[in-house]
């Protein structure tokens, strides 16, 4: 073989050579006892951070699912409430027409307020019904009567004037009685009535006029009208809830119209 020939073929097996020798050498090392690589991502357990996550998108998820059932909720009372307010509109216009120019309806926090003028429904200082004061109980009566859901107040105001107590008249001149005949002594004087007291209404104050007034009104309702009694209700304020400087106005009767109360059986 020639010479250049030779010298090409330890070239070449020199160039093989190189990059088995390189290949071994990890091979050498493990076998020398050097230290492991990385452990696989099963040994070494969850990632912290992919947890951390997990529990961020929990936590938003719940929070998203709170908010959500807080907006139904407010929806819900929403439009709670303005079925209530479209009912109480209703039935004030309804009373309205009733009441009429003896009184007004009013509505405010979903009470329906129906003011009467004492002049329509009572004599001055007494607590009696007048005729025309039965015939617009009698209308608003049959208005309430179809309202089942409503319990109804009946409420007596009277402005500030004091009651006057009048005194009583005095006693009717005494008859002359005759004495039997046959027995001497003349002239019988009748015998005097007793001393009574000055007071002759039956209303002491206005306490007493304004109550009276709403258990009158309370009563018609039950006893004319036919509305249930349970669900009525007197109240007494006398002179201590005006509503104006009109002392005119502040003589009146309120029948009150609120949500009927839900009492839990014992």
């Not at 929806?75 to 009441?99: C, F, I, N």
């Given at each position: 073989m020639p010479i250049k020939h030779l010298r090409a073929v330890i070239a070449v097996a020199a160039f093989v050579a190189v990059p088995a020798c390189g290949a071994q050498q990890p091979g050498a090392q493990r076998a020398a006892g050097s230290a492991p690589g990385p452990a696989p991502e099963t040994e070494r357990g969850p990632d912290p951070r992919v947890?951390?996550?997990?529990?961020?998108?929990?936590?938003?998820?719940?929070?998203?699912?709170?908010?959500?059932?807080?907006?139904?909720?407010?929806?819900?009372?929403?439009?709670?409430?303005?079925?209530?307010?479209?009912?109480?509109?209703?039935?004030?216009?309804?009373?309205?027409?009733?009441?009429?120019?003896?009184?007004?309806?009013?509505?405010?926090?979903?009470?329906?307020?129906?003011?009467?003028?004492?002049?329509?429904?009572?004599?001055?200082?007494?607590?009696?019904?007048?005729?025309?004061?039965?015939?617009?109980?009698?209308?608003?009566?049959?208005?309430?009567?179809?309202?089942?859901?409503?319990?109804?107040w009946v409420q007596g105001h009277t402005d500030d004037s004091p009651i006057v107590v009048r005194k009583p008249k005095g006693p009717p001149p005494a008859p002359k009685v005759e004495a039997p005949k046959g027995k001497k002594g003349g002239k019988v004087k009748a015998e005097e009535p007793p001393a009574g007291s000055d007071a002759v209404l039956p209303f002491i104050t206005n306490w007493e006029l304004s109550a009276a007034r709403a258990l009158t009104v309370v009563h018609y309702l039950q006893d004319e009208a036919k509305v249930d009694p349970a669900r009525l209700a007197a109240v007494a304020f006398g002179q201590y809830r005006p509503n104006s400087k009109s002392k005119a106005k502040n003589r009146r009767i309120e029948i009150v119209l609120y949500p009927r109360a839900k009492l839990a059986p014992k």
């Open positions: 947890q951390e996550l997990e529990q961020e998108l929990a936590d938003t998820k719940r929070a998203l699912d709170e908010q959500k059932a807080e907006s139904e909720a407010l929806r819900k009372s929403e439009s709670e409430l303005k079925a209530k307010a479209d009912e109480a509109a209703a039935l004030q216009t309804k009373l309205a027409e009733v009441v009429g120019k003896f009184g007004d309806v009013t509505t405010e926090d979903g009470a329906v307020r129906v003011e009467l003028v004492d002049k329509i429904l009572f004599p001055v200082g007494e607590a009696d019904l007048t005729d025309n004061g039965r015939k617009v109980l009698a209308e608003v009566g049959a208005a309430l009567k179809d309202i089942d859901d409503k319990q109804i």
